[in-house]
Nanobody, 127 residues
Framework: VQLQASGGGLVHPGGSLRVSCKASGFNIDYYPIFWFRQAPGNEREGISCISSNDGSTYYADSVKGRFTISRDRAKNTVYLQMNSLKADDAAVYYC?????????????????????WGKGTLVTVSS
């Protein structure tokens, strides 16, 4: 099982960026994908997830209305479209999966229970 996050970069406040999570060794049709972020000096924050079965989604309040999670089954990839970016959104973004945890607020809160993590991609928001 491998997850590879990519697409990070420098963006101005108010701008947009899309990060990707390429999965290998398993099929995203069957397992949820979670997005987390961690800024320097801050705890890791669970921000979004997408369910495997029906594609239902969950967003933390901090990103709701600005971020959109989606998936491309053919590419076995999950995306996080980030709009109206703020300085507070600057962080390393990670994707994760687990074969037992559902996409839920609880799973995002208790992230230590998730088994598989990818290396992160850095998002910098600066003018």
């Amino acid at each position: 099982v491998q997850l590879q996050a990519s697409g990070g970069g420098l963006v101005h406040p108010g701008g947009s960026l899309r990060v990707s999570c390429k999965a290998s060794g398993f099929n995203i049709d069957y397992y949820p994908i979670f997005w987390f972020r961690q800024a320097p000096g801050n705890e890791r924050e669970g921000i979004s997830c997408i369910s495997s079965n029906d594609g239902s989604t969950y967003y933390a309040d901090s990103v709701k209305g600005r971020f959109t999670i989606s998936r491309d089954r053919a590419k076995n990839t999950v995306y996080l479209q980030m709009n109206s970016l703020k300085a507070d959104d600057a962080a390393v973004y990670y994707c994760a999966t687990d074969f037992e945890s559902p996409c839920s607020r609880s799973s995002l809160q208790y992230d230590y229970a998730l088994d598989y993590w990818g290396k992160g991609t850095l998002v910098t928001v600066s003018s």
